[in-house]
């Protein structure tokens, strides 16, 4: 069985993306970043989801001669011009605190009519060989963002989302309900046939 890393040491996100992969019939077996505890993490400098999951992938790739997967993801607000996008997860300034990423954002929507709280999760999804060949997707999870957090699964602004067509937020949907509609879910069942056209 061909080995996959996964460009995160999240056990969450490994969690998450096994379930979707397996789901989708692909026979690989993923491993986290965290089996290669020396390997440093990766600075996101790229000004794309897709430059910076490109970036990662290609860093495991050819750090460990492994096939690389790796995802940039993040809260897209229509009233913000797509903001905070590649920043959604240092909003407020300091990376990983989703409290505090989701009260900034909040308040500075606090005078924002409901109708204008359009928004959208997008994810970019990358895969890489050690030879520098490399495919990136892309999916998206669109809906319309609460005035206050509800719901306990889920992480980041999952507590505000409402996805078109449903009256719960992200973070009230079961682990099966998110992978089945999230932008991570649609990115990486895209990228199942191109982990297959290149690896058979």
């Not at 690989?28 to 600075?43: F, Q």
């Not at 490109?54 to 790796?70: E, F, M, Q, S």
Request: with cysteine.
């Amino acid at each position: 069985m061909t080995r996959l890393i996964l460009a995160t040491r999240n056990a969450g996100k490994i969690t998450e993306l096994r379930s979707i992969l397996a789901d989708a019939g692909l026979p690989h077996e993923l491993i986290g970043a965290e089996s290669y505890p020396d390997i440093p993490d990766v600075k996101e400098t790229g000004v794309t989801f897709a430059e910076n999951a490109l970036l990662k992938a290609h860093a495991l790739a050819r750090a460990t001669g492994l096939p690389a997967v790796a995802d940039d993801s993040g809260l897209c607000v229509d009233v913000l011009n797509g903001a905070p996008g590649i920043f959604s997860a240092r909003w407020s300034g300091h990376h990983g605190d989703d409290k505090a990423n989701l009260d900034l954002l909040l308040a500075q929507l606090s005078d924002i009519a409901d109708e204008h709280r359009g928004a959208h999760f997008a994810c970019a999804a990358a895969f890489a060989l050690p030879d520098g060949t490399e495919r990136v997707v892309e999916g998206r999870l669109r809906g319309v963002l609460r005035r206050t957090p509800t719901g306990t699964n889920g992480f980041g602004y999952d507590p505000i989302l409402q996805p078109e067509g449903d009256t719960r937020t992200c973070a009230e949907l079961t682990a099966e309900e998110k992978n089945a509609i999230s932008h991570r879910g649609k990115a990486f069942r895209a990228l199942v046939p191109v982990v297959r056209e290149l690896l058979g």
